[in-house]
């Protein structure tokens, strides 16, 4: 009498309930806690806060002598400025934070060992990206609410007003705005390379090109579009529409183009990390 043989094929693992949706999160505990036993980059990060408290200064000051506001606005402009201000230290935070996030796995060898485990692609490399992420808003969003905060009880009749409720919504879009494509963009530059300091080379060289294409096109042959190359202008563009900022002549772009050009470039950044993260290498 035949036995009876069941096909026993290949199972996927499944996770216990409360890890399925954040099974990235040991990745970014770990990413975190190997970037904060650096004591330069904690000064980064304190030094990144430095300007709150010279936007407190300017706020109490207006409060105190409010002729000064002609020249020490305190309304949008000042948090627009604030968080243009920040830009530089999300710049650092990407270099020496996101260049070695997936080039240093790619040397070692790490990238197989975790794809080899119940993780997807898509929990590595948000994973990953959340590092850049929480390191990028706690010198944007934190420090901008807490400014906000700070107008608040300085100036209450002045911001508990319909002309300024938007401003902290604002705070929180630009500094998504920020923070995404140039996170996206330092771990698409991490991903091409196995060595941390050409990663981290290559998206400052990559962020300072398009500034000086953008400005030999502009200023040489007169073209509106080029303006669009330069991350920094579209990200002033953004800042302007969200808070009244002044721009400069050759960053006049209107804000949803600079807008699509952000989602082309975190796009392109997205296909890059598919390309490149993978659990099989290929060797030519």
């Not at 409360?18 to 980059?41: C, D, H, S, V, Y």
């Not at 590092?131 to 400014?147: E, K, N, Q, R, S």
């Not at 209107?254 to 390309?275: I, K």
């Given at each position: ?167 902290a919504p604002g705070i929180l879009l630009q500094s998504l705005v920020l923070v995404?494509?140039l996170g996206l963009l330092a771990l698409a530059s991490s991903s091409l390379t ?91």
């Amino acid at each position: 009498m035949p036995s009876a043989i069941h096909e026993q094929g290949y199972r996927r693992y499944e996770a216990r309930g409360p890890l399925r949706q954040l099974r990235f999160w040991p990745i970014t505990r770990e990413a975190l806690r190997m970037l904060l036993q650096r004591k330069a980059f904690l000064a980064l990060l304190a030094l990144a806060w430095v300007q709150l408290v010279a936007r407190a200064i300017q706020i109490w000051v207006v409060t105190q002598y409010p002729q000064a506001g002609r020249l020490l606005p305190i309304d949008g402009r000042l948090y627009g400025d604030f968080l243009s201000a920040q830009v530089p230290f999300v710049l650092f935070l990407m270099v020496f934070g996101g260049a070695g996030l997936i080039a240093s796995d790619l040397r070692t060898g790490a990238i197989l060992v975790y794809l080899s485990r119940p993780l997807t692609r898509r929990d590595y490399v948000v994973g990953k990206l959340s590092v850049l992420l929480l390191l990028g808003l706690f010198v944007t969003l934190a420090p901008g609410l807490l400014l906000y905060l700070v107008g608040l009880a300085l100036a209450p009749g002045q911001y508990l007003t319909l002309e300024l409720w938007w401003i902290a919504p604002g705070i929180l879009l630009q500094s998504l705005v920020l923070v995404v494509p140039l996170g996206l963009l330092a771990l698409a530059s991490s991903s091409l390379t196995r060595r941390p300091i050409v990663a981290g080379l290559g998206f400052f060289g990559l962020f300072m090109g398009l500034e000086m294409a953008r400005g030999v096109l502009r200023q040489i042959f007169d073209q509106r579009w080029a303006t669009l190359l330069s991350l920094q202008a579209d990200l002033r563009s953004i800042g302007a529409a969200l808070f009244g900022n002044a721009l400069r002549r050759f960053e006049a772009v209107p804000w949803h183009e600079a807008a699509l050009a952000l989602a082309a470039v975190c796009a392109v950044c997205l296909l890059v990390l598919r390309a490149r993260v993978r659990a099989v290498e290929i060797v030519r």
